[in-house]
Nanobody, 123 residues
Framework: QVQLVESGGGLVQAGGSLRLSCAASGRTFVNYDMGWFRQAPGKEREFVAGIRLSVGSTYYADSVKGRFTISEDNAENTVYLQMNSLKPEDTAVYYC????????????????WGQGTQVTVSS
């Protein structure tokens, strides 16, 4: 059973930065992708960023390219999302996702999910 625990959310002013963490446990994470999604009030959950563990290849939503960076710490089974130049429209609950053998962006209903962490960007 995969367990994902997010941390690092909070309140920040527009233009500021936050770093989210997602600690994974429950199995050996070989051939896994991990990533981040977000869900704003009244909107559907949307893909933000993903990474192929141990390979390090990354992929992003167009809305965050150049501002957000996803990275991994293999030794700690932890994935990070560094968010810079935050905008009010980045306000959402951010969810960590994991998927064996496939990217997290495709058919996200098949992902394992964390509980989410709130990010609020004030204008």
């Amino acid at each position: 059973q995969v367990q994902l625990v997010e941390s690092g959310g909070g309140l920040v002013q527009a233009g500021g930065s936050l770093r989210l963490s997602c600690a994974a446990s429950g199995r050996t994470f070989v051939n896994y992708d991990m990533g981040w999604f977000r869900q704003a009030p009244g909107k559907e959950r949307e893909f933000v960023a993903g990474i192929r563990l141990s390979v390090g290849s990354t992929y992003y939503a167009d809305s965050v390219k150049g501002r957000f960076t996803i990275s991994e710490d293999n030794a700690e089974n932890t994935v990070y999302l560094q968010m810079n130049s935050l905008k009010p429209e980045d306000t959402a609950v951010y969810y960590c996702a994991a998927r064996w053998g496939y990217d997290v962006k495709t058919l996200p209903s098949l992902n394992d999910w964390g509980q989410g962490t709130q990010v609020t960007v004030s204008s």
